[in-house]
């Protein structure tokens, strides 16, 4: 009996999900039925009308009837095994459609691919005549031999030599075999031969393939679950078919099916990689993984950084776990509501109260002032955040001989004990009056946890690149040291608060234990190309334990509208050109909710939002919190876009006195370290604000633009 699979384009353009209800039930009845009929019933079939389209290329293309008015196409190899699913098409279209196919073993990655044959032989001579005028061809470069290496055709080989430039590549690539297609899109981006093998070839690993024609088809149906996915049984079928079509969910690249579905890992577990390579994706596909196997009673924590992000993930897990058994034994929350929930529990329900930034640094004045120190509010609230929080210093003694790494202000030891007095003094404030910061209530409800045992079986983490090593001990003690603790998911490029961790000296194992993903799938290649110019040349710290990170190998193969950079007289006339930019975005058709403004102060959001209203376009603030379902433009700060995405987005108030925030900068005399992470965090900011955007990006500022800008050759 055949196995059912779909082909993602069964799915893409929304053409399944836009067909009526009545045909999508006929599509699932025929499909029910599939995998119960051997090859000689299926083509005995009356029903089903199994039928080759007249004049077809390829053997295996064949075309079935869904209803009078509608048939699918499917590729069916001929010993029977496997059902592909290409589409369902109104009746005449799927025969023209399925007539013009051809499909083959892609000779580098063993994959099956299935192309427009006829569009392809249509469309080349047209090209070839024009490439015979042109000047430079795009892979002159490049030698037949590479090119064949790394798995393209003859026939897609002609077709290659006559392409000019990437955009006329972006024309001929929809007729193309699909992996070819990617390996020409990566060459056109600039990546060189080798790469291109070991990014998309090479790590296939694909399973080698023998014996007859068909079984030699039947695997590389296997070898392609990028673009294949195999139904595994009927709840699987109506999984896939009853609810809205979304390609993360069951197409996964294989570098992030590797991550994600191996069976074990022996400790924790690290993924990083750029913006939108799929680490949050990746992430829940763990907890799917992990539900699978957890025993009677165990339970797991996901968990993230903002609000924001954790409703992502939650609605992000609700679509890929149906059952709500399963569902219901995850508990996704921030790491600060998780610290939270221990110290309520331990207060017997009573919850506990926090301190605002302000009141913090109230307070941190009201002692520099009271005991007459030699230090300013900022410089103690750093001290004790960066040394006697992280390394959880409890004593005068420790203190006294702490080391102090990324402090760049030397203390002399004979100042220690007047430091330390400031610190007891703050604690000892926040006990008198029942009050935490966030990371201090992280760091006793560590403690409440290390002495009562963990919660969970596994903790799995997303934007783990702003912890803070308090909030990292209550992860730490949240699940038991055991294979499969911590699946650690971020990304150091995107670090826009101050945090600095080694993890080893928390107990967390990641040296060695990392993969990094490379593949956009959010934004256009331009506008990747265009914001890691405000990061080139500039180090980045890894995740964890020293040693940098680096983007190398990060692309995308979309490709859109350049960004576009503009600079206004005054404020006014920016947020009239922002104003006007997201009008034209919303009359080609984008939904206003699809489009976010940031800035790096929400008066300036503000500003732009009251703008759009009084133009007519709904907007709405970030910093309320709206419903997914909400209509209406984001507009919100820098900050509150991390680890969200938009099609289009607006990133204004990009001045020189905004973009860095001189309030958030530590001045280099007071402390030479900080001053330089805190200046890498505005502009990691900046970086975070425009690899939102999938589509379309505009940054502008007005008057003089920010420094990141022009350093980068932007303004
Ligand atoms: N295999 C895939 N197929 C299709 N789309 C994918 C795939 N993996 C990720 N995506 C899509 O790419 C986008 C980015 O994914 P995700 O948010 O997981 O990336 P990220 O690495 O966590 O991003 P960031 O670090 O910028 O927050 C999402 O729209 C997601 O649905």
Known sequence: MPQLAFEKRFFKGGDYDALPVHVRKNVREAMDKFPKLTPAQLKADKGLNFKPPAGARNRHIRTFKVDNFHRGVVFAPEGGGTLLLLKVLPHDDAYAWAAKLDAGVNSATRGLEVWDAEGLERVTPAMERRAAGAGRLLFADISDGDLRALGVDDTTLRAARTIVDAQQLEVFAPYLPEDQAEVLQFLANGFGVEEVWRDIVAHRAPAPAAGDDS?????????????????????????????????????????????????????????????????????????????????????????????????????????????????????????????????????????????????????????????????????????????????RIDDPDAYLAADRPGRGRPLARALRPLLWRAMSEFTAGLDADGVHTHLRACDVAARTLEEEGPLYRHVVVDEAQDLHPAQWRLLRAAVPVRPDDLFIAGDPHQRIYDAKVSLKSLGIKVVGRTTRLKRNYRSTQEILAWSRALLDGRPVEGLADGGDDTLAGYRSSLHGAAPVAFGAPDQDAEVAEVVRRVRAWVEAGIAPSEIAVAARFNAVARKVKEGLVAEGVPAVLLRSTPKPETEGVRAGTMHALKGLEFRCVAVAGVCDWAVPFAKAVTPADVDPIQHATDLMAERCLLFVACTRARDQLHVSWHKEPSEFLTEAGIA
């Open 215 to 391: 079984s030699v088809i039947e695997t590389a149906i296997r070898n392609t679950p990028t673009r294949i996915a195999l139904v595994s049984g009927a709840e699987e079928l109506a999984e896939i078919l009853d609810r809205p079509f979304a390609e993360w969910r069951i197409f996964l690249h294989p570098s992030q099916r590797k991550v994600a579905y191996r069976p074990s890992y022996p400790g924790s577990y690290q993924v990083t990689g750029g913006p939108g390579t799929g680490k949050s994706v990746v992430a829940m596909h763990r907890v799917r993984h992990l539900l699978n196997h957890l025993r009677p009673g165990e339970r797991i924590l996901l968990t993230t950084f903002t609000n924001a992000l954790v409703s992502a993930l939650r609605s992000g897990l609700t679509e890929l776990v149906a059952d709500p058994d399963l569902l219901e034994r995850v508990d996704v929350t921030t790491v600060n509501a998780q610290a939270g929930r221990v110290l309520t529990e331990a207060a017997g329900g009573e919850a506990p109260h926090f301190l605002g930034d302000a009141e913090e640094q109230a307070r941190w004045k009201e002692i520099a002032e009271r005991l007459d120190l030699p230090w300013n509010e900022r410089f103690l609230a750093q001290e004790y955040r960066h040394v006697v929080l992280a390394q």
